[in-house]
């Protein structure tokens, strides 16, 4: 079935440069896109979204970048710091309902 | 605003004891609900979800069932626990299916 994917498990980055995060979606259905963020022992936050009708939308410190032609979703975090450790997965709204990647893990080195 | 508030934060049970997990969520109608369970280093696994009171979906057979009783409040619930129960419970809530779902803090869940 279509399912929303990863492209890597793990990101392991240096304190003050910046991470991207990449994320596959196959259901060309889908117009609306989320970035959460999930420290451990946490419930998951909500960081950014974008709708299909949109390619780039900036937030603090965090762009997320989409991609239709190639189905691909990306999370770019500028000046990463040891408070964006986490987990980061997208979700996307095919078929009616929220499915969820199962998440890149950022690890931010001093 | 909205918040969503679950309880216990963490709790320890016996194999084959019962589970009463809950979560209330305020300053919003009729919203959406879901329970989730995330095992380590995993993804969300759908368990159930609600569009109002009384109604609850299921997205796998399993051990556990949940509830409704009020507008604003899920209850997830095992009359036996099983080693296999054992995880991190996330609910969640939205204004509808395809919108923006909102977590809660989670329980953790260890059956021993």
């Known amino acids: 079935g279509e399912s929303v994917g990863l492209h890597l498990p793990t990101l392991s980055v240096q304190e003050g440069d910046n991470s991207i995060i990449n994320c596959a979606y196959s259901n060309s259905a889908s117009d609306y896109f989320i970035w959460y963020k999930q420290e451990s022992g946490k419930g998951p936050q909500f960081i950014i979204d974008?709708?299909?009708?949109?390619d780039k939308r900036q937030g603090q410190r965090v762009t997320v970048l989409l991609n239709k032609t190639v189905k691909h979703l990306s999370l770019q975090i500028a000046a990463t710091q040891p408070g964006d450790s986490a987990v980061y997965f997208c979700a996307e709204n095919g078929n009616n309902d929220m499915r969820f990647g199962a998440g890149t893990r950022l690890t931010v080195k001093p | 605003s909205q918040t969503i508030h679950q309880w216990p934060a963490t709790l320890v049970q016996p194999v084959g004891s019962p589970l009463s997990l809950e979560c209330t969520v305020e300053g919003t109608s009729n919203p959406n609900l879901y329970w989730y369970r995330q095992a380590a280093g995993r993804g969300l696994q759908l368990l159930f979800y609600?569009?109002?009171?009384?109604?609850i979906s299921s997205e796998v057979p399993q051990n556990l069932s949940a509830s409704r009783p009020q507008d604003r409040q899920f209850i997830l619930s095992s009359k036996k626990l099983l080693l296999s129960d054992s995880g991190f419970y996330l609910c969640a809530w939205s204004r509808g299916g395809a919108d923006t779902q909102y977590f809660g803090p989670g329980t953790r869940l260890t059956v021993l």
């Open positions: 609600s569009v109002g009171i009384g109604q």
């Open positions: 974008i709708r299909s009708n949109m």
